[in-house]
């Protein structure tokens, strides 16, 4: 079976191909099966594929194991059996591998090398060596979870951070193709070993979302008619110090100035932190907290806001990951001022579809962003810019053609 013969829906001779998706958790809270794993599966859906989402709802043990539909996309949730460390690690596992052999798949796409979803790409391996399972087994990387990555966030037990990093470097060695989320990731695969042919640069695609009411926003939280600059974020990527310190400098130039929060911090201190920084610096008044949004709402609260930031420390975590926050912001069509560092440097063209200064530089940003809060038709202009080049190269419709092309390679 060719390219040709796959690519844009049922494969010729009937050859539509089935494919296993497994992830390490499910839909929630976390971000990846829901953001990058399910609108990758409802394109190879849309194409005429058959696609199977399998997860174990580690985040809620509450949800029920069951199988359901979205957008002709097939889901499903396992059982995830006794809460004994070692024991429920393995027994998961084998219940993944067990549920994607059952659907009978020419492709399994492992979610991440780690934890389940990694054990599991080992077991699926090691069947294939055996002959038990003739089809592809294709791993997906989208942040770097060893020395210097995850690890180094999450509060992981010393013998949790080795397994995850030994699963790491074997999964990305061990398997028929790969797909990356960042350029540093591809890079990092390449140092291990991996032939570049066998390594698909697939970075997060973005969700074009519809124009919200802005001014619904702005007097929900008093805003009115000042300038407003939005930070939405979860805060670990940098040192909220830096935050509160940059829209310092944004006052200093633009009085009436406002910082419009949306999010909630990943590690609850530094919540209390920023809070804190906030009245040391005097800002109550300036600084609005809308905390957690849901999806349907960040078109309007982005719609509040005249230029985002998106501050990002030059860091190996911040280097590999593709951050979505970043991805939503341009595809909604937001003037947005970030530090240079990995990805973001993909997303945005300088001077074209945004602005990008040097990570960890303070008064640059500041600069910029008084800048833009000044120039009404550089932020348009920027803006339309940023939703367009979105449209027309981060879409999972295209992107899945990079995953089309894994899955072909792999069989070769």
Known sequence: MTRDDIIGGAAKDGGAMRIAMIGPFGLAPKGTMRVRALPLARELAARGHAVRVIMPPWHTPQEPARIWEEAGVSLQYIPLGPRIPLLSYAVIALRLVRAALAWQPDAIHCFKPKAYSGLAGWIIWHLQRLGAYRGRLVIDEDDWEGPGGWNDLEPYPWWLQAAFAWQERWGLRHCDALTVASRALQSLTWS???SPDRVH???NG??????GEGERIRQQYGLGAHPVVLLYT???EYDVARAVHVFQRVREQVPAARLLVVGKALFEADDARFDQLVRDAHLEQAVVRAGW???SELPANFAAADVAIYPFDDTLVNRTKCAVKLVDLL???M???ADAVGQNAEYIVHRETGLLVPSGDSEAMAQAVAQLLEDADLRAALGNAARQRMAREFTWDRLAEVAIDAYVKASA
């Open 206 to 211: 973005a969700h074009l979302l519809p124009q």
């Open 234 to 236: 979860r805060f670990f």
């Open 335 to 337: 003037p947005v001022v």
């Open 331 to 333: 595809a909604a069509g």
């Open 192 to 194: 291990l070993g991996v």
């Open 201 to 203: 640069y697939m970075p």
């Open 293 to 295: 949004v849901p999806m």
